[in-house]
């Protein structure tokens, strides 16, 4: 999150002043780092929402769709689940293209992530964007949902069977 913020801090104020982020997961201080409330009051980012992690499957669906876009900027998360579950939900995804991230996401949809650059680039878009919609770019994205879809629990299991089948043929 440190890093986010330091993305953050550097966008255009028009952009900085209109979005507002909610953090889902541990807040709290580790190797060294303040917490996350620290962190975004130290960088004058104010718009922060933290939930905690100890999220309902239920609220955080909630989320997903009251959201605009996921920011994963993540390092420590050791599955590409949020992402593909954002997707899912029809959720605009900025994702660090990052081992087990990349992997589930649509070939050429990551960015470096240590580029702060790209990553100002890309939410500044994302900004912009609902801007120019008078907020309507919330829409559900139907190629993330298609995309998502081969990720399915069921399709797995679809897989996975036809894989044992053609051992016993």
Known sequence: MKYLFEVIAKLPDEVKQGIHIHHVGNSSANSGIPQISELANSLGFTNLTIHGSSVSDEYLMTLRIKCDALLFPSVSEGFGYPPIES????????????????????????????????????????????????????????????????????????????AYSSFVE
């Open 87 to 162: 997707m899912a939900a029809g959720m605009k995804v900025i994702c660090a293209d990052l081992p087990s991230h990349n992997e589930l996401m649509p070939d050429n949809s990551c960015i470096p992530a240590d580029n702060a650059d790209e990553w100002i680039e890309a939410i500044t878009t994302l900004h912009n964007d609902y801007i120019s919609t008078n907020g309507q770019s919330n829409q559900p994205q139907k190629d993330l949902i298609e995309h998502a879809k081969q990720y399915d629990n069921s399709v797995y299991c679809q897989r996975l069977s036809e």
